[in-house]
C-alpha cells in the first residue's frame, strides 16, 4: 500500500468518498482497519478523526525536513503517527498531498501571524520598512534550527512539484510589492531588472539573518546582539541600506560608474 500512496504525483487530492466509484482507484485498503499493531481510524467527520489527520500532519513535518520529501517514506510517517499506512491516502490523496498540505500549514500560519502589511500610496519609504519588517518576522519566526526553517530551506534547494506554488502564493506579493515600491522610491524610471535584483537585495539580506544565525551569534558579542539585531532593529537596518541604493537614484550612478571604470583599456 504505501508504494501505490508515494507514487501518486498529481496535485489533486481525490475526495475519499469517491473511492468506491472509482474515482480514486488506488484507494484501497479500509482506513477504519488497523495493520501491523496500528491505530484504525475513526468514524469520518468524529473529533477523534480530525485527532488522527493531526497527528499525520505533525508526525510528518519533521520527517520530511529530516530527509526530503524523496527520502521521507509514508510508513515511517505512519509509524510516528501512531496509524496504518492507508491513512495518508484516506485523508491527504498521497504523499506529495501530506507533503502540500505541510508546507501550507507553515505558509498560512505565517502568513496569519505576519499578513502582507497595508501600505500608503504616499509615503514608500514607510512601505517598504513595512515590507522588510514583514518579510524578517516570517523569516525570524522560527529558528534556523526548527524543521519549519529546515524543511522551506529544502524546498528552496531541492524543489518539489509544490515549489511553483508556493513562489506564486508565499512569495511573489512581498517581492512585486517591493519592485513597485522601489519603482516610486527612484527619482527617474530604472530598468526592470535593476528594480527586480534590488527587490531580491532585500530579501537577500532579511534571509542572512535566518540561514546566517550561526554565523551572527559567533561574529557579533552578546550584548550587541540583544540590543541592535532584533527584528525592529534589523528592519531599520536593511530599509535605510535599500533607501541609500534607490533613493537620488544611486545605485544607477554607481552602475555607470563602475561600467565606465571597466571599460578602461587597463581592464580590457
Known amino acids: 500500500m504505501e508504494d501505490s500512496v508515494s507514487s501518486q504525483s498529481h496535485l489533486e487530492i481525490p475526495d475519499r468518498r469517491k473511492a468506491s466509484s472509482g474515482e480514486a482507484q488506488w484507494v484501497r485498503a479500509d482506513p477504519h482497519e488497523a495493520t501491523d499493531g496500528n491505530v484504525p481510524l475513526e468514524a469520518s467527520g468524529s473529533p477523534a478523526e480530525a485527532d488522527t489527520r493531526s497527528r499525520i500532519l505533525i508526525a510528518a513535518g519533521p520527517v520530511f525536513a529530516a530527509r526530503g520529501f524523496d527520502g521521507a517514506t ?145 561574529l557579533i558579542p552578546q550584548d550587541r546582539r540583544e540590543q541592535h539585531y532584533d527584528t525592529e532593529s534589523l528592519a531599520r537596518h536593511v530599509t535605510s541600506v535599500m533607501l541609500s541604493s534607490v533613493e537620488n537614484n544611486a545605485v544607477m550612478r554607481q552602475r555607470q560608474q563602475i561600467d565606465r571604470d571597466l571599460s578602461r583599456p587597463e581592464h580590457a
Open 74 to 218: 509514508v510508513r515511517e510517517i505512519c509509524k510516528a503517527a501512531g496509524v496504518n499506512v492507508a491513512s495518508v491516502g484516506y485523508y491527504f490523496g498521497d504523499k506529495l498531498g501530506l507533503y502540500r498540505t505541510v508546507i501550507e500549514g507553515i505558509r498560512e500560519a505565517r502568513e496569519r501571524r505576519f499578513p502582507v502589511p497595508d501600505h500608503d500610496q504616499a509615503d514608500p519609504r514607510q512601505t517598504l520598512y513595512l515590507i522588510v519588517r514583514t518579510m524578517l518576522s516570517r523569516m525570524l519566526a522560527c529558528n534556523s534550527t526548527s524543521w519549519e526553517t529546515q524543511l522551506m530551506m529544502r524546498e528552496m534547494n531541492h524543489p518539489t512539484p509544490v515549489f511553483e506554488r508556493i513562489i506564486e502564493e508565499f512569495f511573489r506579493p512581498l517581492f512585486d510589492r517591493l519592485v513597485q515600491t522601489m519603482d516610486r522610491l527612484s527619482a527617474s524610471p530604472m530598468p526592470p531588472h535593476v528594480l527586480e535584483q534590488l527587490a531580491l537585495s532585500a530579501v537577500g539580506q532579511c534571509l542572512y539573518y535566518c540561514v546566517g544565525s550561526g554565523v551572527v551569534q559567533t
